[in-house]
């Protein structure tokens, strides 16, 4: 893919390291000349850049991008930026960076962010998913289609324990995608039997988390 990672920050050169090693093409742009630092990541294209002025975008060829992450220490900025890389390029992939909690209702689609990544959110489920047990926790929300990635880790005596993924009645809006047990990924069948200490990731609509729960309180 061809990334546009707007604010070459700590974050920002971070992810672009993340992302060369996976092969794919990156560009930083930064506004900032104490930060323009092309030596940092060498293997990545540099702009020193407004992000949030549509001429300078349309210099760097954002148009050309399949992916942008906006990934500024500054809402405001990281909005704009979704804004215009989703309304005014037509890129297929926004992703958001959230500094702030507070401003996490605004990282929507109506400012063309599909995906919002709040560091603190990130850190408290992180969290919450290494010691609950037997409850739901939010991994990450993907805004685009309103849904969540969420977590549950079955109890290691759970009377689940042997019944088949079959057996699980999920509402509607909900998906069971992925069982991660010990060092495995498993994709899901419905012949596969669960078992305890199994950590079961679903992607759902946030009205139906609460009827995933009570579809395991069930006999």
Do not use: Y
């Not at 500024?72 to 989703?86: H, P, Q, Y």
């Not at 560091?119 to 408290?124: D, I």
């Amino acid at each position: 893919m061809r990334v546009a990672i707007a604010g070459a920050g700590a974050v920002g050169r971070s992810i672009a390291a993340e992302l060369l090693a996976g092969e794919h093409h990156v560009m930083l742009i930064e506004r900032e000349a104490r930060q323009f630092e092309p030596h940092t990541v060498e293997q990545a294209e540099w702009v020193l850049a407004d992000a949030c002025e549509l001429a300078s975008l349309e210099d760097a060829g954002l148009q050309l991008c399949d992916c942008v992450i906006a990934a500024t220490g500054d809402d405001k900025v990281n909005l704009v930026v979704s804004l215009l890389a989703k309304t005014v390029f037509a890129v297929k992939r926004v992703v958001a960076r959230v500094n702030h909690p507070d401003n996490e209702w605004l990282f929507n689609s109506a400012w063309g962010v599909d995906v919002a990544v709040s560091t603190p959110r990130v850190l408290a489920a992180m969290v919450e998913e290494a010691v609950s047990v037997g409850g739901l926790v939010q991994l990450l929300t993907l805004r685009q289609g309103q849904a969540n990635l969420v977590e549950m880790t079955l109890p290691e005596d759970t009377r689940w324990a042997g019944r088949p993924v079959a057996d699980i009645h999920l509402p509607r809006d909900a998906a069971l995608v992925t069982i991660l047990r010990g060092g495995r990924v498993i994709v899901p069948q419905p012949d596969d039997p669960l078992e305890g200490g199994d950590e079961l990731l679903f992607v759902a609509s946030a009205n139906v988390e609460g009827e995933i729960r009570k579809a395991f309180d069930a006999p």
